[in-house]
């Protein structure tokens, strides 16, 4: 199974979310949505099996080195001035980013 990590659930994750739950059975997907909104996460992941939703602080270096270090792709639906710490992370750690 392959694992997701997708950091930022607002307005503009709405639709990868719903993409990525859809497909998840078929492609063998498993989705964590971290944002610091636990309520807008589980309202996005709405209880699929094959997902997690987690509260995710992105300035969290030891939750955000464990989240990507679990995940085999990372998608980073942050502001671009937020992707920098993501970025360096998936690169040390060996992970794809989108």
């Given at each position: 199974?392959n694992n997701i990590?997708v ?8 639709l990868?979310?719903h993409?990525?739950?859809e ?12 944002d ?9 992941t ?9 509260v995710f ?8 080195e464990?989240?990507?270090?679990q995940?085999?792709?990372v998608?980073?639906m ?8 993501v970025?360096r ?7 794809h980013?989108?």
């Amino acid at each position: 199974m392959n694992n997701i990590l997708v950091i930022g659930a607002g307005r503009s994750a709405s639709l990868l979310i719903h993409y990525l739950l859809e497909h998840s059975e078929q492609e063998n997907w498993f989705i964590t949505v971290g944002d610091v909104s636990l309520d807008l996460v589980k309202q996005k992941t709405n209880n699929h099996s094959r997902a997690r939703a987690i509260v995710f602080d992105i300035t969290n270096e030891q939750q955000r080195e464990q989240e990507i270090q679990q995940a085999d792709m990372v998608i980073s639906m942050l502001p671009a001035t937020m992707h920098m710490s993501v970025a360096r992370d998936c690169v040390r750690l060996k992970k794809h980013l989108a």
